[in-house]
């Protein structure tokens, strides 16, 4: 199996995972202590990872687009939290998931990526279907504000940047450094909320490890180490999965059973997945990176 093949199935796998982000997000724990908690942990876990390697080291080429990618995931994770709390997962998701759309729009022009024209006809496939699953998405509709949106577009807008800004410097100087640092970053700026972020790990420790460890550490790991084998569009593409995993997931552990058009839009995101891959393992959209 190529590089190429194992980094599509590695970021499918990954959507699906972080389809359960949102039932996490809906403890009994403040946005603040939720996102200062997935950072924190995620940072001290690949800090650890690069100290057992010998590679606790931050090379001065790119530090300043990876602080600034990190000061964008900050925001982005925070104001994604904050929309979920404020309006339902449904209205949420779709307007957070512009950003990786506006993304693949841009590459061209900023990452002069070249890409098919069929990847495209993927991504609209696939935010078709996320827009049919979101849309008779029942329950949560009476909590939706203008509030909420507001918020979601300015995440929308921080991960559209953060795709761009890091994945010259992932090509360049690898996932594991440009992942730490960026976590780094956003522990700092999200450090007044420490406090909130501890007390909420001691009240939930199961839910919010998994989050910080497994999903943000390593998750995020294998997101840009995925991401460097792939052009954005093709990113945007395969993550259109998490939202259609979130569908799912509420059905298995909260018994929210989806509507016909539901499984129309999951089918879609699917199929959009699925030429996106094709198109992926046919054209060398990318030199070969270097090892991790």
Known sequence: MSRRSIAILAL?????????IPLI???DVP??????????????????LMAATGRLKMPATHRPQIIAAGVLLAVHWATFFWAIKLTS??????????????AAVLAPRFLN???PGRVYWALAVAFTGV???VAFEGGGA???TWQGVAIAVVSALTVAGLLLVSKAAVDAVGPLVVTAGELATASVVLSPFLGTAVRGTLDNPLPLLTLGILITGFGYLIFWTATRELPVAVVSVLMHVEPASAVVLALIFLGETPAPWQWIGIALVIAGGLLAAGDAAEEEVLSAPANL
């Open 142 to 144: 009476e909590q939706e």
């Open 31 to 48: 946005w603040q202590g939720l996102v200062t908690t997935r950072v924190w942990l995620g940072a001290a876990t690949l800090f650890l």
């Open 89 to 102: 997962v449904a209205v949420a998701l779709a307007v957070v998931f512009l950003g990786p759309v506006t």
């Open 131 to 133: 827009v049919l699953v």
């Open 12 to 20: 499918t796998f990954l959507a699906v995972a972080w389809g359960a």
């Open 113 to 115: 990526e070249k890409v």
């Open 25 to 27: 997000v809906r403890e």
